[in-house]
């Protein structure tokens, strides 16, 4: 709970060093983007414990992504958001088959994380539609994260490795346009 205040505080805290260790998270000061959560998925060095992290990521956008669509005012806005989400969707389904081919662990719900994915949007909500597309950026950041290192990863078969470069660009795609978007509002 301490390090969502330190989030929703956000350039208050602007003393704290580039990287920083807070309980099982990592945190980054960026002066642009504020406190940001730095992902560690993807530096696993087994395939099978890439994969179960990279499905534990995707349920916690997923409940985010509800999460927006809920809050969210304007409905076009919201339609949008929803045609993100069914790429959050279909990336899950991808790595849950690759779990069963592989023998990874494919968890049926989010990790502690996604108490943080979707609470920032409930914190935003309160600021209005640009504010929860701002905080929807900060989540994508961890994904694209994720995705670039899961398409370096050493034991990633061709398939694998086109898959993530596929989640990555659309990882991209979505990082963008809710960087645009809230800026134009």
Same mark, same amino acid.
């Given at each position: ?18 990287? *920083? ?44 992504? +509800?999460? =927006? ?12 958001? +929803?045609?993100?989400?069914?790429? /959050?969707?279909? /990336? ?5 088959? &690759?779990?069963?081919?592989?023998? !990874? +662990?494919?968890? !049926? ?7 943080? =994915? ?17 905080? &929807?950026?900060?989540?994508? *950041? ?7 290192? !899961?398409?370096? #990863? ?16 659309? *990882?991209?795609? #979505?990082? *963008?346009? &809710? ?7």
């Amino acid at each position: 709970m301490q390090a969502l205040i330190v989030f929703v505080v956000g350039r208050r805290a602007a003393r704290l060093p580039p990287v *920083e260790r807070r309980g099982s998270f990592l945190w980054s000061q960026d002066m642009q983007k504020g406190l940001y959560m730095v992902t560690t998925v993807g530096n696993e060095a087994v395939f099978q414990d890439l994969v179960t992290n990279l499905i534990l990521l995707e349920r916690d956008a997923i409940a985010a992504y +509800e999460s =927006t669509v809920e809050r969210l005012s304007d409905p076009a806005l919201s339609a949008q958001i +929803e045609n993100f989400r069914q790429d /959050h969707l279909q /990336h899950l389904d991808v790595l849950q088959q &690759m779990a069963a081919q592989s023998g !990874a +662990e494919a968890p !049926a719900e989010g990790d502690m994380k996604q108490l943080l =994915t979707t609470g920032k949007i409930a914190l935003a909500d309160l600021f209005g539609d640009a504010a929860i597309l701002k905080a &929807m950026r900060t989540n994508e *950041e961890d994904t694209v994260t994720a995705y670039e290192r !899961a398409s370096g #990863h050493p034991d990633a078969i061709p398939e694998s490795r086109a898959f993530f470069e596929k989640a990555l660009a659309d *990882e991209r795609r #979505h990082r *963008e346009w &809710m960087q645009r978007t809230s800026e134009a509002l």
